[in-house]
């Protein structure tokens, strides 16, 4: 993907601002925009993935990393009693809007199942 072609590639580049949560070499957490609950945060792996279905298998543990870090976001943000949730979505039927795979933390309210 070319240089600026992607929202999530600029906002780990800090072209774009955010609220970030949490940040290492690889992975980079930050506050959705439109949040959907108290708690609605983006774990993204630094470098571009375009989606789910892109996948590879060395990819495998850049995916583990994204699970672990929500989580452990989820514990500090106070989550880890009442439960959270995490989603990835993939495609139109999904709403997928963002092609740079992200995880999506939410909670902080009652959720709904199955989801709209
Ligand atoms: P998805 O529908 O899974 O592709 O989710 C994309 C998410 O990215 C949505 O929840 C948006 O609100 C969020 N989003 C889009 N642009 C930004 C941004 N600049 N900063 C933070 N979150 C964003
Ligand atoms: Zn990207």
């Known amino acids: 993907m070319s240089p600026g072609a992607c929202i999530f590639c600029e906002i780990v580049a800090g072209r774009i601002p955010a609220r970030v949560a949490y940040q290492d070499e690889d992975v980079l ?11 609605h945060v983006l774990v993204i792996p630094k470098r571009h993935i375009t989606s789910l ?7 495998d543990a850049t ?3 994204l699970v672990r870090q929500a ?46």
């Open 63 to 65: 995916v583990g990393r």
């Open 53 to 59: 279905l892109d996948l590879a298998p060395g990819d």
């Open 29 to 39: 957490a930050f506050h959705d925009i439109n949040p959907q609950g108290p708690v």
């Open 71 to 116: 989580t452990d976001l989820a514990s500090s943000l106070g989550l880890s009693e009442r439960g959270f949730r995490l989603v990835f979505n993939c495609g139109d039927d999904a709403g997928y809007s963002v092609y740079h795979i992200h995880l999506h933390l939410v909670g902080g309210r009652k959720l709904a199942w199955p989801p709209g």
